[in-house]
Every structure is written in C-alpha cells, then in structure tokens.
T-cell receptor, first 111, second 114 residues
C-alpha cells in the first residue's frame, strides 16, 4: 500500500497545454518534495514545501502544499517536450528518517 | 551530477545467486537511503543508515541486507535472488536527518535476474 497516491498515473498532452498532477495522502507530512526522473537516471529534486497552503513557483511550474499538509499539486503551464519525465512526490514526517514516495505520474509532451 | 556514485550500473545474474550493490554518497553526507524501483510499484523505501547505524527500515525482504561502513559508503546485499527481484535499485544521500533537506540520488543499478 502506497502512503502517497498520485493522479493521473499517465498523462500524454500536446505542447502548449496546461496540466495538473495531484499527490494525495491521509497522513500529515512535515514537508513534501517533488522530484522529476528521466530514463536511466535517478530522481532530481524540483521543490520542497513545508508550510500548509504554501505555493512555490519554478518558471512554468507551480507547486502547492495543502492547508492540512496531506496533499500537494503540481501545475505546469504551456508544457514543453523538455517537461517529459516521471514526476514523483515524496513526503516526510518530522522524524527525518523514512521518505515516502508517491506512485508517480509519467508525463509525455508531444511536440 | 548528483555526487552519488552507484556501482555496478548493470548486473545480470541467475536465480538463487547473491549480489552486492555499492553506493558512495556525496562528500560529507552522513545519511544513505536505499530504494527499489520496479515498473508496477514506483519507488519503494528499503532501508536508511545514518553515520554507520541503521535508522529506518521499510519494505526490505529478509533475503536483503545492508550496511554503512566507517568511510560512509554503503552496500546492499541481495541473496537467494528471485525473478521478481529484477528492478532498479537506487541509493540516495543527504547531509543528516533534518527533514526538508533534499535527497540526492545516484543513477541506480539495474538488476536483471534470469
């Protein structure tokens, strides 16, 4: 059983479209991170959110942490082929030990 | 380059065999995490070490074991291998155990059990 569920699992869109990926849990997290993974490589950190309701922007990517710190979303504006990859959310409790990863969203942006 | 080195990159072995995967964390990082990634299960947390001591255990099978050495490199030992153990195995490191600091991942070891 995954502690963090992501939706959708797969997403294929045209270049220029907008999209939102969701990361949901019944557990409260002290921090939540988003990673992107490309084939043959390890995940790379995109952002960390720690405060309920926090919104962070990274160019065309907008990340939001839910008020109750149980869920998060990633919104991409005007997707580009370079955004293609596997997006993973990861939550951590304040024990600083186990890092729980979500089920992943595989995004393909078609030129 | 994350600074985390994993060897070997690829490993092909037969059922019943034993293999050792190696991880060198980023310079100065004390915490090492091991994850298993297969197509249908995402990233599954296996085990975490901090400065040589086991800190947390996830879904790690009894056939698997790990350790972190005084020089902070870590090894994951997989024994009595089964076909279902075929997966990507990732190591990640971070400076300590303070939450909200990022994990830095290696590029993984792809294990194929035939």
């Amino acid at each position: 059983t995954q502690l963090l569920e992501q939706s959708p699992q797969f997403l294929s869109i045209q270049e220029g479209e907008n999209l939102t990926v969701y990361c949901n849990s019944s557990s409260v997290f002290s921090s939540l991170q988003w990673y992107r993974q490309e084939p043959g490589e390890g995940p790379v950190l995109l952002v960390t959110v720690v405060t309920g309701g926090e919104v962070k922007k990274l160019k065309r990517l907008t990340f939001q942490f839910g008020d109750a710190r149980k869920d998060s979303s990633l919104h991409i504006t005007a997707a580009q082929p370079g955004d293609t990859g596997l997006y993973l959310c990861a939550g951590e409790h304040d024990t600083g030990n186990q890092f729980y990863f979500g089920t992943g969203t595989s995004l393909t942006v078609i030129p | 380059d994350s600074g985390v080195t994993q060897t070997p990159k690829h490993l092909i072995t037969a059922t019943g065999q034993r293999v050792t995967l190696r991880c060198s964390p980023r310079s100065g990082d004390l915490s090492v995490y091991w994850y298993q990634q297969s197509l249908d299960q995402g990233l599954q947390f296996l085990i975490q070490y901090y400065n040589g001591e086991e800190r947390a255990k996830g879904n790690i099978l009894e056939r698997f074991s790990a350790q972190q050495f005084p020089d902070l490199h870590s090894e994951l030992n997989l024994s009595s291998l089964e076909l279902g153990d075929s997966a990507l195995y990732f190591c990640a490191s971070r400076p300590g155990t303070a939450y909200n600091s990022p994990l830095h991942f290696g590029n993984g070891t792809r294990l194929t059990v035939t």
